[in-house]
């Protein structure tokens, strides 16, 4: 019973579903943040649709299905990263409000953090830490104490990756720092061009 509720917390903390929480809790709290309906469309699009498409083109594309798994995840990185070059420069073309630049740039500096951490250093951090933890702290920030209730899903994620075994706390303290550090960095640049 309980490796099944981890299965399931591990599937809705997946980093493009923790995007989706994102992007509709401040869709819905208040449009104008992201600039209206097409925005948030097109920011689905952009962190949601495009790393989620690898479920689908990893079995149609004979380099990534030979690997398998690992396939899977190398191809869900590349997708991923497609997606954040794209919000950005989506972004940028339209004027967007300062709330899209800060959660575009984030994700697209947190996996380049997470990329140099694990491939140019001994230790080995999370990349599902590092896709629930920025969201969360993303809310925190933009709703402040009516968004108290995400530390229970950063929480919950910890708990799953653990009982599952997919990770040791230090990589869910790294992936989560990579987040953290990415989320702090592109607020403090933004405010300077406020």
Not at 1 to 26: D, F
Not at 98 to 121: D, E, F, K
Not at 151 to 167: E, T
Request: hydrophobic content about 55%; charged content about 10%.
């Amino acid at each position: 019973m309980l490796k099944r509720l981890a299965y399931a917390i591990r599937i809705i903390t997946l980093p493009p579903i923790m995007a989706l929480e994102l992007t509709t809790a401040l869709f819905f709290h208040d449009p104008a943040l992201l600039g209206g309906t097409m925005q948030y469309l097109t920011l689905l699009l952009f962190l949601v649709v495009m790393p989620l498409s690898t479920y689908a083109l990893q079995p149609l594309i004979p380099f990534y299905r030979r690997q398998g798994r690992e396939g899977q995840r190398n191809l869900a990185f590349v997708m991923s990263v497609i997606g954040y070059v794209g919000g950005i420069l989506f972004a940028l073309g339209i004027g967007a409000p300062r709330m899209v630049h800060i959660i575009c740039w984030t994700y697209l500096i947190s996996v380049l953090l997470l990329t140099v951490l694990n491939r140019m250093t001994p230790w080995r951090a999370s990349g599902h830490a590092c896709g629930t933890a920025g969201p969360v702290i993303s809310l925190l920030y933009f709703l402040g104490a009516k968004a108290l209730a995400v530390i229970v899903i950063f929480a919950a994620m910890c708990w799953a990756s653990i009982r599952l075994k997919r990770h040791t706390p230090m990589e869910l303290l790294l992936g989560s720092l990579c987040s953290w550090a990415a989320f702090g960095f592109v607020v403090l640049v933004s405010m300077m061009f406020v």
